[in-house]
């Protein structure tokens, strides 16, 4: 058996760490994806191979529940591994498979790559399976995983996004995660790489306790002013108004400096966006690198686009909103 899925990056359009402290953000696929091919083998044997990181294994119990030894030198495949493994114990596996992992989202990024590594992954094991799992169910299984790997405090929005797809205003209520769907309004972007690498954890779990210790006054300020700015975002979203989707845009990434969680290079592309032509730009994700989009359309596409390159950072235009987790093909 074959069976091949996807699932798509994702970028924060309004409101990063929002959820963190009780504000809404709205995320929204994009049209970078993970592919993810499972083949089935006739041992129980699991082998992951990555385009990016290499090889790591597995080696499932009698029952196929469970590892009894893994090995790999590849520290990024660690949660791979640890994800097949608890999905074994959720799910029915009559054998070992192979997963081969490709993307089109640069790891680091702040396009959530991981999220879509492990969206992807949980499309194609529950086909393989047989289990009856809607991708709307899918945050539960991914998020103690995706917490792990960003020290602890992960807010979750993009697993939505990325199993979901489309546009979606998120918020933590009562201790869940929950959103309501914006729907596909198609925009173009163009999405700038720095090239700089910014793990999610370090922010998390480092920069964001000592500003909330050191500045509380300006970390409630921030919020306040983005769980504003996303309710606004919302409805222009849902006009299509965007000439106000940019100015906000513009907004959201002050808001974001203030808060110290840009980058010379995040800064540098944003302001050449906008000079020459985009609506509005801002980072994305956590900040310190990854990152940034600008919003444009297509008679001035080019020219941003060309812009952002001027940067020595890599331009890739895109449109956003873009269908969730799916099953690309399936040969029995």
């Known amino acids: ?41 006739t041992d129980n044997s699991i082998r992951i191979n990555s385009s990016v990181f290499g090889v790591a294994e597995g080696q499932l119990n009698d029952n196929f529940r469970g590892f009894l030894s893994k090995n790999t030198k590849k520290v990024e495949l660690e949660p791979i591994l640890d994800f097949v493994s608890d ?7 009559k054998s070992g498979f192979d997963l081969k992992i490709e993307s089109d ?24 399976s047989g289990a009856n799992v809607k991708n709307e169910e899918f945050f539960d299984y ?18 939505i996004s990325s199993s979901v797809g489309g546009f979606n205003l998120i918020e ?44 509380p006054k300006l970390v409630k300020d921030t919020f306040d002013g983005i769980g504003k700015l996303c309710l606004d975002g919302r409805d222009a979203i849902l006009k ?11 907004k959201n990434q002050k808001l974001l400096f203030d808060f110290k969680v840009s980058h010379p290079k995040l800064d540098d592309c944003v302001s050449s966006a906008i000079d020459a032509g985009a609506f509005g ?3 994305s994700g956590s900040g310190w690198g990854g990152i940034m989009f600008a919003l444009c359309n297509v008679a001035t596409s080019d ?15 895109t449109e956003i909103g873009c269908e969730g987790a799916r099953i690309e093909n399936k040969d029995e």
């Open 172 to 215: 933590k209520k009562d201790g869940r995660v929950v959103f309501a769907s914006l729907g596909i309004h198609k925009f173009l972007v163009v999405i700038g790489n720095t090239r700089i690498s910014a793990p999610t954890s370090l922010s998390v779990k480092y920069h964001i306790p000592s500003m909330d210790k050191r500045f």
């Open 142 to 159: 991914i998020y103690p995983h995706q917490a792990k790997i960003h020290g602890g405090a992960a807010s979750g929005v993009e697993i």
């Open 240 to 250: 299509e108004d965007v000439k106000k989707i940019g100015k906000l845009m513009n």
């Open 281 to 283: 730009a801002k980072l």
């Open 87 to 93: 999905l074994s114990l959720k799910f029915k596996f």
């Open 1 to 41: 058996m074959n069976i091949r899925a996807s699932a798509p990056g994702n970028l924060f359009f309004f409101g990063e760490y929002a959820v963190l402290y009780g504000k809404p953000s709205i995320c929204a696929a994009v049209g970078l994806r993970t592919y993810v091919t499972l083949s089935s083998r």
């Open 303 to 317: 020219s941003v686009f060309n812009a952002i390159e001027s940067t020595g950072s890599v331009a890739v235009k």
């Open 105 to 128: 989202i640069p790891p680091c990024s702040g396009m959530s790559s991981s999220t879509a590594v492990f969206s992807a992954i949980l499309k194609v094991v529950v086909a393989f």
